[in-house]
């Protein structure tokens, strides 16, 4: 294996250590730190997601900032804004939260839907325009937005278009009891040594490395061809089964065909592998298609989601 690669895998492994239970939101935030994108996590309250990240920046040498969402927050808040100074007469751009390496958006529906776009703006752009100038974030930037799916008033949810922008949608779920006194225990140590933050392991520049050298992995035209059959069943269903065309109102977009063909190649670099293979891509198809399948009101009422769909067409979609 590469210097890099043993890099990349001694801080996951640090970090599975490091935060119990959570191995597979791990695994996905580091997947979509590689494909340079950004994850939107829904789960309870108190699974470890803002450590995890935050965790994620200090073994990387990051700048890390985290953004309560309210529902009186503005967009200034998060891209900054031009502040007056007195002593010179003029106005000085401050820069607001959004301009760190790795960003928490925490529970990013409390907020209206400007402030939404303010920060799904600077994801796609990877921009922040104020006063008729354009300020740049930094080269290694990933935002990971939470939401709580236990409350819902005082909300807004995000809209189908605007989730399109999140490379993957992660779920995760309370623990089991085994893992639950792992989770104890581990709390009980922290306590006992004091909390102590861990060493740095890598810098920016392994990490845009990590991306270069992931991304060079092979994927043979046979696998290439599952990867698109899967995203065009989702929006031609009925070609496997008629049912399911009454499930879904619109497939996922050509985005969604880009961030599986990326992190299936980074789960296969990962597995230590130099080729991507049907697996790969079936590790990370639910969370890169369950927000892009937008379901028609009689799947709704009959309570089908997005992921009965997608494990649905894995059955119906041949393999290569």
């Not at 890390?64 to 007056?84: C, E, V």
């Not at 990590?210 to 031609?236: I, W």
Request: hydrophobic share 45%; net charge negative.
């Amino acid at each position: 294996m590469s210097e890099t690669r043993n890099k990349i895998i001694a801080l996951k492994n640090f970090m599975d250590a490091r935060i119990i239970g959570q191995q597979d939101l791990v695994n996905k935030l580091i997947i979509t730190l590689l494909a340079d994108g950004n994850a939107l996590v829904e789960g309870a309250p108190g699974l470890a997601k803002t450590k995890a990240i935050k965790t994620l920046a200090s073994l990387i040498k990051a700048q890390y900032n985290r953004i309560q969402f309210t529902p009186d927050l503005l967009p200034a808040d998060i891209t900054g804004s031009d502040i007056y100074v007195a002593s010179t007469g003029e106005f000085e751009f401050r820069k607001g939260p959004v301009f760190a390496n790795l960003v928490l958006a925490d529970e990013i529906n409390r907020a209206p839907a400007k402030v939404q776009s303010a920060l799904l703006e600077a994801m796609a752009e990877r921009q922040v325009s104020v006063g008729g100038k354009s300020y740049k974030l930094p080269e290694l930037f990933m935002v990971m937005a939470t939401q709580n799916p236990i409350e819902h008033e005082g909300t807004y949810s995000l809209p189908e278009a605007q989730l399109d922008r999140f490379l993957m949608y992660i779920k995760i779920n309370q623990p089991e009891a085994e893992t639950e006194k792992k989770i104890l225990r581990l709390g009980r140590q922290e306590i006992a040594v004091g909390g102590a933050e861990p060493e740095p392991v890598l810098d920016v520049a392994d990490v845009l490395s990590a991306r270069r050298e992931a991304l060079n992995v092979h994927m043979s035209e046979a696998v290439e061809e599952y990867l698109v059959q899967l995203v065009m069943a989702t929006r031609h269903p009925d070609k496997y089964d008629a049912k399911m065309a009454g499930y879904v109102m619109f497939g996922a977009s050509p985005r969604a065909t880009l961030a599986l063909d990326r992190c299936a190649k980074i789960h296969a670099w990962l597995g230590e592998r130099d080729f991507v293979t049907p697996d790969d891509i079936q590790a990370v198809v639910f969370d890169i298609l369950r927000h892009r399948i937008i379901l028609t009101f009689e799947a709704q009422a009959e309570g089908v989601t997005a992921d009965a769909v997608i494990g649905s067409l894995l059955k119906l979609v041949p393999l290569p």
